[in-house]
């Protein structure tokens, strides 16, 4: 199928916001013109069903992820691939060289007036009292909130990633480590209401899933960095590289990434090496 033929059976020859952006990403790749032609029928259904801006900025989240990951030749994907019964799965499923695979769920921490009154606070933090409560910032809450709500999507028997896009919104490594810290403490407090929020049905049951989760990247805007935490799990996992030519490590130190990272040994159990670049 030509891309032209592609583009109107997607969009249905009609206006569309993500029109312009999915044949720049076609035209640039045949690895990703090949898989949108595969999942076609998918990617129409979503973009006819999806209407409103926030919702649409997830999936062009999904998609892009999609046209980074293929820009590696030794990586191949599956667009949501189908679980037994009603299980609702990761978004990608990733080979790499047809005998390992690592699960890729994508979502995307929505801004809204309380961030951005949030990120206000932070420039002038209130003046401590007695009756203050220690808590972390709202974005971590919103964050944690977001990591918490796909836990039931990891799969086990499986090095799970969880990329989270955030925009316009500050967040540092420190911010998202306290953000897992301050997951796990809820968890382990036997949280009722933390954990009846997200389904669990006690402390057991939520790590049995936390577990799973192999590794955070959080993706900022074009101007920010990209950080990542690495999950203390069975099946661990490291990137090669994260979008821009810089990265932070889970110790905190800010390593330099050349352009062309050779293969990376990823985990005790895994061997793969991806890329996500950032596209202009």
């Known amino acids: 199928m030509l891309i032209d033929e592609l583009l ?5 020859g009609q206006l569309h916001l993500l029109a312009q952006q999915m044949a720049t990403w076609l035209a640039s790749s045949r690895r990703f013109t090949a898989f949108v032609t595969a999942f076609r029928d998918k990617i129409r259904k979503k973009l006819r069903v999806t209407q409103d801006q926030e919702s649409l900025l997830d999936l062009r989240l999904e998609l892009e992820t999609a046209y980074l990951l293929l820009q590696e030749r030794p990586l191949s994907l599956v667009y949501e691939p189908q679980l037994g019964g009603k299980l609702r799965g990761p978004d990608f499923a990733v080979t790499f060289t047809t005998s390992l695979t690592f699960m890729v769920e994508v979502t995307r921490l929505r801004a809204d007036p309380k961030s951005i009154q949030a990120e206000a606070q932070e420039q002038t933090p209130a003046t401590p009292t007695a009756d203050t409560i220690p808590t972390i910032p709202l ?3 919103r964050l944690a909130d977001t990591i918490c709500s796909k836990l039931g999507q990891l799969l086990p028997q499986h090095s799970n990633v969880l990329l989270v896009g955030v925009e316009a919104l500050h967040l540092t490594h420190n911010d998202l480590r306290a953000t897992m810290l301050h997951i796990q403490q809820r ?16 402390r057991a049951d939520f790590f049995h899933n936390y577990q799973r989760l192999s590794e955070v990247l ?5 101007t920010k960095r990209n950080i990542r935490y ?3 799990c069975r099946r661990s996992f490291t990137t090669a590289r994260l979008y821009n030519s810089s990265s932070t490590s889970c110790n905190g130190a800010e390593q330099s990434v050349p352009a062309a990272s050779p293969p990376l ?16």
């Open 139 to 141: 974005i971590d809450e």
């Open 230 to 232: 690495q999950a203390r």
């Open 265 to 280: 040994r990823c985990g005790d159990d895994i061997a793969c090496s991806w890329a996500l670049r950032r596209t202009s």
């Open 8 to 12: 109107t059976y997607l969009f249905d």
């Open 218 to 222: 959080v993706r900022g805007p074009i």
């Open 187 to 202: 968890a382990e407090r036997n949280d009722t209401t933390f954990l009846q929020r997200y389904r669990f049905r006690d």
